[in-house]
């Protein structure tokens, strides 16, 4: 890895990629800490203190959510937005069409997707704003001049106005980067905001108990080495093509296979997964304080209940990772819809009939194998409880569950391009040398 890295700076063109990437790297880290006016930082920081989803939020945001600054949002709404069009796909035809008409179709999912962004970002940012600005602190709130009432609707418009253009400038950063730079540009920025804080989480980490860091590395190397297997880990199903004679030419015939990824999801069950195990906790915390007895008291079950320090709350967080695995892997094998691109392209499983049952087959492998990368994602996010044990503390991780899966896959898809960008060039050296 280190020596394709070696060679790419040798490589002009290559070069300048990867320097035009970490130059909008910095530009966003800059744009991070430019703060919305009127915002109480003491505020916010007792707020981040005691919300667990705002974390969460602040990884997608790059950083920038911990300051609440213009970029609060980051490229989270573009996620959004990408998810949902994924999900309502299969059930709104136009929609499955667009994803089967190739580049056209793909740009046209791109323009909705942009379009939907903007609203996202509009809702994110309110309801964003609205945590932030009722959350209970004992230096004030977060936003003294946020909400429609009271008179306090225009310097709301301008705090959402100015959240959604942070989006949509992140969104035009990561443009950038995969149209002149290297990798997926929405990846490396969040990558970026997530690698930035390692360091204090060191530092925090050393502080508190030095042994805790020693254990937590070590658990940290442990876990990159098992999310690099199942993440490069695939069930290969053969493919034969049928030959065909037009003329005097013979095509096909020749023997390939299906990479079926032992982990298609992703990160996506474990975004899934945390969103909605961390609603009932937030939802509740706002009636711990209602003068009505059975409510309070029912609140702050409920606030216990989903706390991350009982052992509930990991259990639900499992099975809910495992669960989500399942069911965003079977949007993608659909929407993927490899059985009749098969049939239309002439080519067969041995031993399989074409069709239906060549489905049934598809369908059930992808099951099977989906269990194995179902469990690891389960095991990867609840691995700040299971550590707990050998250090004796409520310590985090280095990195979140969530935040390593980005990493590692950002890291290798990123090396993927750059060994791809590579071996090109040396083909084309090699065909010049040949002429």
């Known amino acids: 890895m280190l020596q394709a890295v070696a060679n790419a700076f040798k490589l002009p063109d290559l070069r300048k ?29 007792e707020v981040f203190g005691q919300n667990q989803l705002l974390g969460l939020l602040d990884m997608f945001s790059g950083g920038a959510m911990s300051n609440f600054s213009v970029m609060a949002m980051g490229v989270y709404p573009y996620i959004t937005a990408q998810i949902v069009l994924q999900l309502l796909a299969p059930i709104i035809p136009a929609l499955d069409q667009l994803n089967k008409e190739g580049e056209a179709g793909r740009q046209r999912m791109n323009l909705y997707t942009h ?25 004030g709130p977060v936003l003294a001049n946020f909400g429609f009432s009271g008179g306090n609707w225009l310097p709301t418009l301008a705090t959402l106005a100015t959240l959604t ?8 950063l990561g443009q950038l980067i995969d149209e002149q730079g290297i990798g997926n540009g929405m990846s490396i920025i969040i990558f970026g905001g997530i690698v930035a804080g390692i360091p204090q989480r060191l530092g925090q980490l050393w502080v508190s108990n030095p042994w805790s860091l020693v254990v937590f590395a070590v658990v940290t190397v442990i876990t990159v080495v098992g999310i690099v297997l199942v993440h490069e880990a695939q069930r290969r ?25 032992l982990n298609s999801a992703g990160m996506i069950p474990l975004i899934f997964a945390v969103s909605l195990i961390m609603l009932p906790g937030v939802i509740s ?32 967080y499992f099975v809910l990772v495992v669960g989500f695995t399942y069911f965003y892997t079977d949007v993608i094998f659909q929407q993927q819809n490899l059985p009749e691109t098969l049939q239309r392209q002439g080519g067969f499983i041995p031993g399989i009939r074409p069709g239906t049952r ?29 550590v707990r044990p050998l250090v004796g503390a409520q310590s985090q991780m280095l990195l979140t569950s969530t935040g390593l899966l980005i990493v590692v896959g950002v890291v290798l898809d990123t090396m993927k391009q750059l060994e791809a960008q590579l071996l090109m060039r040396h083909y084309e050296g090699f065909i010049r040398k040949m002429r």
């Open 115 to 139: 379009l939907l962004t903007i609203p996202m970002a509009f809702l994110n940012g309110f309801g964003q704003a609205t945590l932030l600005t009722q959350a209970t602190t004992t230096v």
């Open 358 to 386: 060549t489905a049934e087959y598809l369908h059930g492998v992808v099951q099977r194998i989906t269990l194995v990368g179902a469990l690891f994602l389960g095991i990867i996010a609840i691995l700040p409880f299971l």
């Open 237 to 261: 199903i053969p493919v034969q093509y049928a030959k065909r004679v037009r003329g005097n030419r013979v095509f096909g015939g020749q023997s390939t296979h299906i990479p079926l990824q």
């Open 165 to 172: 253009a942070g989006t949509m400038f992140a969104i035009w």
């Open 285 to 316: 915390s706002y009636f711990v304080a209602s003068n009505v007895g059975w409510i309070s008291q029912a609140a702050t079950w409920i606030t216990n209940a989903f706390s991350s320090e009982g052992w509930f709350y990991w259990v639900l």
């Open 17 to 45: 990629k990867i320097v035009f990437t970490l130059l909008i790297l910095v530009i966003y880290r800059l744009a991070a800490h430019v703060p919305l006016p009127g915002v109480n930082a003491a505020a916010l920081r």
